[in-house]
């Protein structure tokens, strides 16, 4: 694409899916596209008024919604996935302008929004709760879930439209509101999405205004957020260091947090490993998104008995990778999303060298493009886990360690402050069981003879450590957007007391 096609097929987007952004002239908020660099539009920043009101609006939607049962909430998230069938090429496609993501990852991703819609819609009718055995005769102990209220949801850039929906499509079945705070640097693909919703909404006719908001702006609109004691739960996906402050201000008021943060994803290379499957799944994991994904590959460790020929392997991989418009058929990897994240690269890789790293790749391309941020994927064979391999560094480094014995490889794998993503590449049982056991990886996601990278939304999604805790998606992550009572029914005419307690008055 030229430069000015990138706009101009941005707006056109945005017209055709009903989603004619307001920009203007002053808007504190910058629309650009990575693929060039460039300005799409101004665009205007919620106040902290606009936050409240769309907070207020939402509780009192929350009001109404609850006591709508929940198969019929379901069917709200059903047209929602009805119209997102309908958008999918259209929205994938502003997905790969405004993130820089190649095409079949902008559609994935609203294929997973798709997804996560299906499994909410069978979810609305399986929001169980447990029958308690009891110790009174007479008695019937029970667990009843309820809507939490309002559920607030914070995005990141590298996935701005399925994350939210993750969240929305069970927050809504669940019984809550949603006020959306997408990423500052995504937020045209936020207006389309809302645009998707409102269509949802209308077909639905009985839901009630405010159902699902939208607010943009950058961290002063994300603090009304967080701290609004309306807004039961807040779900915020982002770096470690934004859930270091999200977590503390939530808590401070007894809300409830669900946080998806920072990922330093590794990869064991056994000496049994397919290698063939292993080199494939490596070049997606570390490659893919341009290495902008939480669940990216980071780490990699290969056994000394096969390191030299497999890292000359990987090697040859990097290389034949096609890197340019994300828009191409072609193209595997696009460009980063900015220039601080490509000074964050070069700041890791000046690092890693210092600390006798051996950098393959890592320069930046496509200098016709200067605000655009095209680089060649880097691979760096260190001598240990030290400096920057030790964080997360959102751009395309993979660093190399060889390793000689499982234990010892386990306890360096698990030697980071972050818990997302892992996998071994092993045709040996024991070491695969081993890896997933306790005394294994301590990750939330935890593979075998596949990448960290790429997670379907029937398991639950999250990690541990700072990556933060949370659940998203699948299994009962449900539970994070309801809250919880125990009830106990006498239907007898005695009043047995637990324990044994004896409180005869009369």
């Not at 269509?199 to 639905?204: E, H, I, N, P, V």
Request: aromatic share 6%; hydrophobic share 40%.
């Amino acid at each position: 694409m030229e430069s000015s096609t990138v706009a101009r097929e941005a707006i056109d987007l945005l017209n055709k899916l009903g989603a004619a952004p307001p920009f203007a002239a002053q808007g504190s908020l910058v629309a650009r596209s990575p693929i060039d660099g460039l300005t799409v539009g101004h665009l205007p920043e919620a106040s902290a008024d606009d936050v409240r009101r769309t907070i207020e609006q939402a509780h009192a939607a929350y009001l109404i919604w609850r006591s709508v049962p929940a198969p019929r909430r379901g069917e709200l998230v059903r047209l929602l996935g009805e119209e997102l069938r309908r958008s999918k090429e259209d929205l994938g496609r502003l997905v790969t302008i405004e993130t820089g993501k190649i095409l079949s990852e902008g559609l994935g991703e609203v294929q997973e929004m798709i997804d996560i819609c299906d499994f909410a819609v069978g979810l609305s009718r399986q929001l169980y709760g447990l029958t308690i055995a009891t110790e009174r005769p007479g008695h019937r102990m029970m667990e009843t879930w309820h809507p939490a209220g309002v559920c607030g949801i914070v995005t990141a850039f590298n996935f701005p439209v399925a994350v939210w929906c993750w969240n929305a499509a069970l927050a809504l079945v669940c019984g809550d509101a949603v006020v959306w705070k997408p990423s500052e640097k995504t937020p045209l693909t936020a207006y389309a999405v809302q645009a998707v919703m409102e269509r949802a909404l209308a077909r639905f006719a009985a839901a009630p205004l405010g159902l699902a908001g939208l607010v943009q702006g950058g961290r002063a609109v994300g603090e009304v957020l967080v701290d609004h004691p309306k807004v039961a739960v807040v779900s915020a996906t982002g770096s470690t260091r934004m859930g270091r402050d999200v977590g503390p201000r939530v808590a401070a008021r007894f809300g409830r947090c669900i946080l998806e943060l920072g990922g330093n994803n590794a990869a064991i290379v056994t000496p049994s490993a397919n290698q063939d499957l292993a080199l494939r799944s490596i070049a997606f994991s570390a490659m893919g998104t341009a290495g902008q994904r939480c669940t990216s590959l980071r780490r990699l460790f290969v056994h000394e008995s096969i390191a030299d020929g497999f890292i000359a392997k990987l090697r040859n991989v990097y290389a034949s990778v096609s890197i340019g418009d994300p828009s191409q058929p072609s193209t595997l990897i696009g460009p980063l999303i900015d220039a601080a994240a490509y000074e964050a690269m070069e700041k890791s890789l000046t690092e890693a060298q210092a600390l006798g790293g051996k950098v393959h790749g890592g320069g930046r391309v496509d200098r016709a493009l200067p605000s655009a941020y095209y680089v060649t994927p880097a691979l760096v064979e260190m001598p240990g886990q030290q400096g920057p391999v030790l964080r997360e560094t959102f751009a395309p480094i993979l660093y190399v360690i060889r390793y000689r014995d499982l234990t010892d490889v386990i306890a360096m794998h698990n030697g980071v402050p972050q818990g997302l993503a892992s996998s071994i590449f092993t045709t040996d049982i024991q070491e695969a069981e081993t890896f997933m056991s306790s005394a294994g990886s301590d990750c939330g996601i935890v593979n075998v003879n596949i990448g960290p990278s790429g997670a379907e939304i029937g398991g639950a999604f999250g990690g541990e450590k700072e990556t933060g805790g949370g659940r998203e998606s699948g299994s009962d992550a449900w539970k994070g957007y309801m809250r919880r009572t125990t009830n106990t029914i006498n239907y007898s005419r005695d009043l047995p007391l637990a324990q044994g307690v004896k409180f005869d008055v009369g």
